[in-house]
């Protein structure tokens, strides 16, 4: 059975941070893209971070660029969002994702993916 866990979230502060964890089951990860995409309450999905497979790189909206960063522990079969400098308008629920593809999609736009349950990040003081 396919499956992506989330967790990790919570409640920071203006300026803190916090490191997600995407644990994989039934599937390994290594061999798909994966990425993290938020939704906040009124509004659309926001695919924000991706890890590609053929050399690892890495891709981010502008909004988490050089704030926050992607990777993945093939060994733990686990991808990590590490999120630094949070700000109130980074909360949201938080979900990972594949598409089942080696490659990250155009502009972080996940079509036909798996994605977790989710998890809360809240960033108020």
């Known amino acids: 059975q396919v499956q992506l866990v989330e967790s990790g979230g919570g409640l920071a502060q203006p300026g803190g941070s916090l490191n997600l964890s995407c644990v994989a089951s039934g599937f390994t990860l290594e061999y798909y893209a994966t990425g993290w995409f938020r939704q906040a309450p009124g509004r659309e999905r926001e695919g924000i971070a991706c890890i590609s497979v053929m050399d690892g790189s890495t891709y981010y909206t502008d909004s988490v660029k050089g704030r926050f960063t992607i990777s993945r522990d093939n060994a733990k079969n686990t991808a990590y969002l590490q999120m630094n400098s949070l700000k109130p308008e980074d909360t949201a629920i938080y979900y990972c994702?594949?598409?089942?593809?080696?490659?990250?999609?155009?502009?972080?736009?996940?079509?036909?993916?798996?994605w977790g349950q989710g998890t809360q990040v809240t960033v108020s003081s």
């Open positions: 994702v594949t598409n089942w593809y080696s490659s990250c999609p155009d502009n972080l736009h996940w079509v036909k993916a798996n």
